[in-house]
């Protein structure tokens, strides 16, 4: 008659390492600190743009970024601007946008003429 085999414990390969979970941990602190980093560095970058282009603005308003989800792109919209720039201006708008970008290295949308309705004051 045979004897019923022992139970064994588990290998070392089903066990964490020492230590595994502090590194799992670390990792994770570090993907948020450079998520943190990234995000802070777009709004200086934001702040920079924002405050050039207001030299060239006979006025300007800030409105709120839109979502992902509206602009159907992956990147996150960190700035939302409309700028009144007068026409004899224009050249130099989009020269100093040029500029911005080759700079900073951000995507930087410049779209217009539109109808200045987002400067006239309310009625």
Not at 50 to 70: G, Y
Request: charged share 25%.
């Amino acid at each position: 008659m045979a004897a019923a085999p022992l139970p064994t414990a588990p290998s070392d390969r089903t066990r964490p390492s020492p230590g595994a979970g502090l590194a799992y941990l670390d990792r994770k602190r570090g993907i948020q600190q450079r998520r943190e980093q990234h995000r802070d560095e777009a709004l200086r970058i934001a702040e920079t743009v924002d405050a050039e282009v207001r030299v060239l603005a006979t006025a300007f308003r800030r409105l709120r970024p839109q979502a992902p989800q509206l602009t159907g792109q992956r990147p996150v919209q960190v700035l939302n601007a409309t700028y009144l720039v007068a026409d004899h201006r224009a050249d130099d708008l989009a020269l100093l946008t040029r500029t911005l970008r080759e700079r900073t290295g951000v995507r930087i949308e410049l779209s217009g003429p539109w109808v200045p309705y987002s400067f006239v004051g309310e009625v």
